[in-house]
């Protein structure tokens, strides 16, 4: 194996790095001119912070299979738990996650998980008692949270096969069942963990902490996404959870509809921040990386692959930044977010292919930035509902028949 004599040494880790990074280059439509200008001045100086303090120790993070929390500080005066449990500027949410996801998805799923899901739960569904034992620790990132609604036999079908039950005997729950593929479930303090009540067969949801007796996690090994993010096998056996730790907001599973609406929307977004950094590192390396006596930036089909990158990323801000206005204004619909989260990952999928072919025998290599982005796109193309199953959605919305039961 050789390497072509005429091409100076890329410095490997230089791929993605924040002396290339410049700005918001690949927001090609200036999408961001739509937030206010302290709102612009918020994401940079996010954008500045996790360029520093972030993407210099996440890929040793991701080949090690660890979560850095040493960063959790970082993150927490990012304020982004708040920002997203308080559900008022949906806009400023949505670049903000871009920014995290353009540096890593896993520490973007992790907060986005935290926050979207455990903290936003708390805020939608909860009891004030509930929202003032557990929000403020959780907006702090003091201690963290993780969802559990996935199960070993049942991912796209979990709200109507969910086998997790809950057993009603005076003021407590007995839950019984196993969660697979939790998200920070090997260090959470409180899981939300759904569970069909034996009584009248629908979904409710349990604030569980991870101390109570019959908990245990299991850490899922050997992934080849989204490797910083801690998941896990949860088991229940017996555990007891207190009534006042049910959430009263969520009596069925259309109660969470709200919910995971707005997380298939943070997906979403996240997709813009992977292409993103898909293009960031493609142009860098075309710019420096020299074929044939020239950078390959000057060959024909490497512009085009650039282009059709930038392209991408760049539909699927626009048809983000719409979901978020549709948000704000309080008609978004499921089918909305659907398509968003169907269509935005489907292009996300085809830019890391075409950035990571743009650093050729390279791009498969971790000590480049590329081979990150396009591993972890994989988890988000199948997570808060696959490719397949928001396509359905929609599908079932245009023509009045569900084709996915
Ligand atoms: C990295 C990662 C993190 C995750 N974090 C969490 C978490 O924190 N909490 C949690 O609860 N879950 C989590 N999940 C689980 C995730 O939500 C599920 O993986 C997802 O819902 C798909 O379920 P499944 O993997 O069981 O696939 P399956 O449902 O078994 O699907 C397998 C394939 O069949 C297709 N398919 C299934 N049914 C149909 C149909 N009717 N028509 C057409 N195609 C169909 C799917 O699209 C998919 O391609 C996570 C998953 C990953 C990979």
Redesign the pocket.
Known sequence: MSIAVDSPQIGSTEACSPEFYTGPTADFFSYQDLLAPEEQQLVAEARAVLERDVRPIVAEHWNNATFPFEIIPTLAALNLVDLCARGNNFLLHGFMTVELARVDASISTFVG?HSGLFAAAIAQLGTDDQRDRYLADAISLRRIG?????EPDH???VSRNMETTATRTGASWTLNGV?R???SGTFAANVLVWARDTADDQIKGFIVSSALQGFTAEKIENKI??RI?Q?ATITLDNVVVAERDRLPGATSFRDTNRLLTNSRVWVGWQTVGLQFAAYDCALRYALERRQFGKPIASFQLVQEKLVRILENATTSLGTMVRIAQLQQAGTLRPEHAAMAKASASGRMRESVALGRSVLGGNGISTDFGMARVFADAE?LF?????Y??NT?VVGRAITGISA?Q
């Open positions: 998980v993780a969802f559990a609604l996935t991912g796209s079908d969660k593929w939790i998200g996404a989204l993010v998941n988890a199948t997570y808060e509902g696959s397949e199953i359905l996915f």
